[in-house]
């Protein structure tokens, strides 16, 4: 049940499942309430003067506001929760925040959460024996923060408020107090960003008081060697003994070398990354999290966990846990590579923790969720229906607008990263990224070299480009010589050769031979067939069509190199305009930055489950029909009177 | 401001500060609300109607209450802060809670604050694709428990479900699920109560099903090879480099041994002991908890931490923490002695809780407390005015009722332990306890066996016997013979000798060679005199005199072995009629018991140091004239007219 909420003098009026606090509600509908505390009802800046559906009193609005005040109807915002239709009037912010553009054209106020809040105690005295965490939880209560301290604070602190007089700043992460460190350090506050690919890792490092990327970088995920996709991951889980803590132990080890790297890019110090916030899919999240993720990969599709978890960045061992016995044999017990990582997790600052945001379902993941946030798909205030498309070895694919939101898995299987295509390779120096086709063929290559190979967005280019020209038929046959000659120049009829008997296109000089098969074209066909599938089945059940979307967003490190002409002319993406066609780069890293640098965007990522509704294909008894009719590729002819020839 | 409150049939009123909640008001005044989530507002059983003083209402009244109930005036007293005069009528309780006989005459209600929840869960399907952790989270909701997952079930959930047909047993500690087991385990489940003392440790396993004592035992504190008291073992972590790791190794490898020890003789499986309650006064807790304890040295005396604390059991390790570097040099970085607990803590269930109970002050800490908890002196009904006495190397001190309650900390020296004592020794096989003296003196040794020394009893009776025979006057001067003779049977002249040139009472035969001399002596009064001077400033601060006291409450290992009539003689405790000196054993322990078994009784403890008040003696410019005042032994003709001679 939902209920209607209007925020003045602003005007805005949302509605929201009954419970929810104002606070949140505002947060929902794109409006900043002043807080500093994160909504947990202790700093007492949220208030906001109800004129209509006044709730009863909490105990921390009688803590904040005066008996003439909670009579006017003024309440915290974040400790009234609505159970009626609402009017509520919002002050302007004391503060104006400091902003940052994030993800695709967001508008983000800075308001990390992690704090440092620097103190100036008064020393004990026999008339004032206070103990020393009291003596810091109390002012640190005054300052709007109400906090609960990590044990390695309890440890630090008698030394650390001797040694600096008293003059310390206080760490609070979320509702923890993680670190007191001496004298005043607030202007040395980072958090890293981390989006983990099956193949691909890419971190960056943050500055939480400016917002801006300190060090930015990406590696190869050193599980790669263990199988290139997720559920050649999770069997070797399930087959290897010590299988997960093998692939725990590389997961944190990539990510502690790419930390590394960061560290020694910015000149920041390790101590002073305080939080990390990591995006992936589920089975990545759960291998990282020392979670068994075997229930992913067989029906119905179960994950451990789908909500968003926190828990200390040192903490990421995997199960089962190491023996409890002395160090020695403990070393003998546990695998070589499982060893180093166990007990150990992301060296980031000591009592750093660790936050993810929510999977959608098994194979629509915490970056997709991401995504979702830095492209403001179930955010924005305006209506615009959106598709997003995370293309990679699982497309992901959410479809919506703040009204009702969609979002399911396709397996596209490998081809989009070039497996699996004979002349096939990754987006490295060599690879053809780019391919033109007019009286002959232009290629553009990675590095500017001799090619070597192609990649994903040469493939595709490369189909499409043979579809334009008429040498891909709709079913995705490679036309014969003897059929295309006359109707293109004889340069490309040149072209149409056969390599171990099977129909074979030269897209490079013969020197480099780099052909595409008829196989790798049928390979290109089932990955987009089932992307696209997976598109018909959302706007099926959504009840629109391609003309109704605003716009179609390619994510992910493939989808952020696709030629969109070309993604429309495969048919992985529905025909629209190609300029609504918008290639969105790296949103899930995107989002987990966001999500770094506001907990309240953070917040709202964490609700992204209730707004989006999963649809799991595999369950679906038509699927395969849809998929069937997927496959073909565009008629040349467009429905809009479009021609491409 | 406290605030008045009636609860109803029974016409309990009490008073409490504003904000207090119903439901620990009703605690506080000895009345059981049902409940089963201990007062988190999850359960919903805790509903009482409030007839007058109507609360507004919280979120957790509408999820369990109906409109007409909430109409009605029905609320959930954990959710009902009191902050007017206030009637609450309280139902019957749904069920008659188990109870034990407890500390020192108290009837405990058994609710522990860990609980273990069978649950028989829904295999997931297509159609039910709930998560592992949210399908167990949800179904705990429904049995009212609201827990926080620690991530270690995370962990083990999906292999746990899957091999128990989902048939699964939640451990839930606190407001955290600490473990899921596979199948029914609800009849095992265990908790440690530990006092650790400067010199002994107490441990007992406790069925927290029934309160039963599955085991008891005591063994010496391993730290006692670094000093005797508190404050050589802060100057040992002071001039030692890792020298708070070696002692807290020490101690954690103490409690590991008698764990063992404790787990043998009963027969009970380590992995069902979920949570320890450890007491003890304030430098062994910081000590165990990694603590720093220097400051609770020095002026003003400043312990870091005061309040109850709840941590796992697992992560007792020392400050400053171990380095994040490879196994191999963390090895050779720290000390022989420290390697081993590190990061290991008190093996009970891997994810086992600790808690500690609150300090009063630096040196009245949680076994005192745990002590005031299992003598009930701040909770009685009644208006008893009690004086409880912690005799030892520091002697604490409380006194009051359940208007007003005082402590202070005494610091009484050796004397007691049978250090510094001549022929001194510890109550072990040989050592005389008890001294009676009439004609001759007869003794009684503990093993019954020829004596080889005298302990801390046998010392207080000793000197006790002689002041009563005039042969200790009342400045503590020891007769010489030629001043005995004829005031006293010969065979106790000749017990008058002089050895190396000071003057002694030959106890033993004199083969044995058992003397008591005259610095023993002074010891003793050295020793009692700073007990007494502490009684004497609470005493006069309160306002009471001797007859005022209905009970004399001596504890601690020492205290339970004091002849009443003894200590009253020496001036140890005021002169009160010896049936009213009750030696109640170690209260410390009953309290560790308690605090395991109720959680209500647990959330008292941790309000005992708003209802006491702390005053620290050496801040006090008078207290050299009282100490000296209260260095004289008691005249041996009584104001009350009884006369011991």
Known sequence: MKVPITFLPQNIITHVPEGTTVFNAANWAGLAIDSTCGGRGTCGKCKVRLLQ??????????????????????????????HQACIAQVPRLMTAPKAALLGYGRHVAIDPNVAKVYLELAEPTFEDQQPDLQRVITALDKEGYSVRPDPAVWRALPRTLRAND????????????????????????????????????????VDLNTGAVAAVQSTLNRQAAYGADVISRISYTMTEPDGLATLQARIVETINTLFDQLLAASGIARENVYEAVAVGNATMLHILLGIDPEPISVAPFIPTIEEAVTLPASD??????????????FRQEVGEGAREARGRGVRLHPQARLSTLPHLGAYVGADIVAGVLATGIVRDKDDALRLYIDVGTNGEIVLGSLRRTLATAAPAGPAFEGAQIKCGMRASDGAIEGVRIDDDVHLQVI??????????????????????????NASGLLARPEDARGRVPDPLVERLVEVNGVRAFLLSAPEDGIVLTQPDIRALQFAKGAIAAGVAVLMTHLGVKADDLSKVLLAGSFGSYINP???????????????????????AGEGAKIALLSFREREAAKRIPEFVEYIELSARPDFNDIFTEALAFPSVVRPTGEASQ
């Open 316 to 329: 990421l061992t995997p199960y089962p846990p190491a023996p409890l016995s002395p160090l020695l044999s």
């Open 166 to 205: 008293f003059k310390i700043t206080a760490v609070v992460c979320g509702d923890e107090l993680i670190a007191v460190e001496g004298g005043d350090t607030t202007d040395r506050m980072f958090g890293l960003a981390l989006d983990i690919g099956t193949t691909t890792i890419v971190g960056a490092v």
């Open 447 to 472: 590095g500017a070299t001799r090619p070597i190979g192609i990649c994903g967005s040469g493939l595709v280019d490369a189909v499409a480009q043979l579809i334009e020209r008429g040498l891909v």
């Open 53 to 82: 559906g006044v709730n009863s009193i909490a105990e921390a609005d009688r803590k904040h506001l005066s008996a003439a005040e909670l009579a006017d109807g003024w309440r915290l915002s974040c400790r009234a929760p609505i």
């Open 565 to 587: 002409a070309s993604a429309r002319a495969i048919g992985l993406v529905p025909w629209v305009p190609v300029e609504r066609i918008v290639a969105v780069g790296n949103a």
